[in-house]
Structures are given as C-alpha cells and as structure tokens.
C-alpha cells in the first residue's frame, strides 16, 4: 500500500472497531496477523463498490479521451515524477 505501519495500523483499529475485520493470528508466523473480512465487512465493502462504480462511469463519460488513456497518461506523469525526484 505504500503507507507507514502506524497509518495501516490506525486503519485496522478502525475497522476492527466498526466490525468490518476480524484479525487472525497468522498460522505460520507468530509475530504476525491476517485481516479477514466480517459479514458486516462484506456487505459495506459490497456496497462501497456499487455506489463507486456508477461515480466512476459517471467521470470516465466526462473524460475528453478514453479512460484508458487517461490512466497511461497518469502512470507516465508518475513515472516522470518520480525520475525527476531521484535526479533532485
């Protein structure tokens, strides 16, 4: 995800908390957990998705090319971004 640990960490507690996750001590590794969806978790995930798909289709009509060309043009600006941070 390419955020810092305490920012995930925040993240889960908050999930946790509203009955989104539940974690599972990882079978291998004791230092470690997994995150697995609830029931409740599920259903909001589910519905998040729908609610976002038709605001997606919403703006990639409005787009002035096809969004797939929107998305190389993105992950070019992101990669020149990041050769222009390397060279500073």
Same mark, same amino acid.
């Given at each position: 995800m390419s955020a810092p640990a305490t920012t995930v960490s925040s993240h889960v507690k908050r999930l946790s908390a509203r009955g989104?996750? $539940?974690?599972? %001590?990882? %079978?291998?590794?004791? $230092?470690s957990y997994r995150i697995t969806l609830t029931d409740a978790g599920q259903h909001a995930y589910t519905t998040a998705g729908r609610h976002f798909r038709s605001v997606l289709a919403t703006v990639e009509a409005a787009l002035p090319r096809p969004a797939g060309d929107v998305q190389q043009a993105l992950r070019d600006l992101h990669a020149a971004i990041g050769a222009a941070a390397q060279r500073a």
């Open positions: 989104h996750v $539940r974690q599972v %001590p990882h %079978p291998e590794d004791r $230092r």
